[in-house]
């Protein structure tokens, strides 16, 4: 684990540090309201190969760049009218936008496509450190490539601590969920790569039609935006899906239960849940957090109940899924 001293709290002097490090190409691990990312600079080849080396992210997928405005992120990628739309309801927030960039972004960043991904985060620590840079941050989750996603600053200090200059703390994740991915490359045929905290119906009242959903399967080759692999958000320990409503309480050796409302049974030991009343942003926002804690307990299975296929239930569903891919 990163000495404490690396975990740095709130203060300028703490934010000073991590532009320190980020303007000489160096890591940081910092607080989104998603999850934790790990940023470095997106318009420098040496950090950005830097993030690429330390999650053993494969070339292939491309990184998310993060921006302190959407002024900041449309002078680096082309925008449209449903870009800027979008943009001026959402941002900042939890929503990323895949537009066609220029050429400033390298292409490292973007796995050789002709576009990016990009948002501004709404996480205000993160703002702050995006105010005093005069870069944007290309972030992806702060966590060893596949692994469960990081929402804490101890989940990072974990896995990546030794690897990286600081960790920025934070304190937990708003959402606990990474981003919405919008695909507006063409602005009549919108559509969602990866669910997130901002449901389609939301994009849609603001764009007046239909968004598609994400394919079936992923495409080939490189990808357009992050979270598409089937295999992702992975603990170490087999996961067991059931459907909502149906878990059964009967437990097996090695096995560890986890709902998403409290149950009504009570005293038993390996049953856990994710929200007191069964509310979904809740489900979402605790979810990485019980399973980093659950994959360092021995368990040899975990039995977790999806949720229902409405707002961030679908992004929920989605993260489970291919947590639990082999």
Request: aromatic share 6%; proline share 8%.
């Amino acid at each position: 684990m990163a000495s404490q001293e690396r975990i740095l709290d709130s203060s300028a002097h703490s934010l000073g540090e991590c532009a320190r490090l980020l303007q000489n190409d160096e890591l940081v691990a910092v607080p989104t309201e998603t999850v934790y990312g790990l940023a470095g600079n997106a318009l420098s080849g040496k950090a950005v190969r830097k993030i690429f080396s330390v999650k053993g992210r494969p070339l292939i997928d491309p990184l998310i760049t993060h921006f302190k405005s959407a002024r900041a992120a449309f002078s680096l990628v082309h925008g449209s009218g449903a870009a800027e739309a979008l943009a001026a309801e959402f941002w900042p927030g939890p929503l990323t936008l895949v537009l066609e960039k220029k050429p400033d972004i390298p292409d490292l960043v973007t796995a050789g496509l002709s576009s990016a991904a990009v948002r501004v985060p709404s996480q205000p620590l993160m703002l702050a450190l995006l105010e005093i840079l005069d870069f944007p941050l290309a972030a992806p989750s702060a966590n060893p490539f596949g692994y469960v996603s990081p929402t804490r600053p101890e989940h990072v200090a974990q896995t990546l601590g030794p690897k990286i200059g600081a960790i920025l703390d934070g304190g937990p994740c708003l959402h606990g969920i990474e981003s919405t991915v919008l695909d507006l490359r063409d602005p009549k045929a919108p559509r969602i790569l990866r669910p997130g905290p901002i449901c389609a119906e939301a994009i849609e009242a603001i764009l007046g039609r239909k968004v598609d959903m994400p394919l079936d399967s992923p495409p080939e080759g490189a990808q357009v935006s992050p979270g598409q692999l089937t295999k992702h958000y992975s603990p170490r320990t087999k996961i067991k899906i059931v459907a909502n409503g149906q878990l059964r309480f009967a437990l097996q050796e090695g096995e560890a239960i986890i709902a998403n409302k409290k149950p009504t049974i009570a005293g038993q030991d390996h049953l856990y849940w994710l929200s007191e009343d069964g509310k979904l942003e809740e489900v979402a926002r605790n979810f990485f957090d019980l399973l980093q804690k659950l994959d360092r307990m021995h368990y040899t299975c975990l039995t977790i109940e999806a949720a229902p296929e409405v707002g961030i239930g679908i992004a929920y569903n989605d993260r489970l899924r291919r947590a639990a891919s082999c």
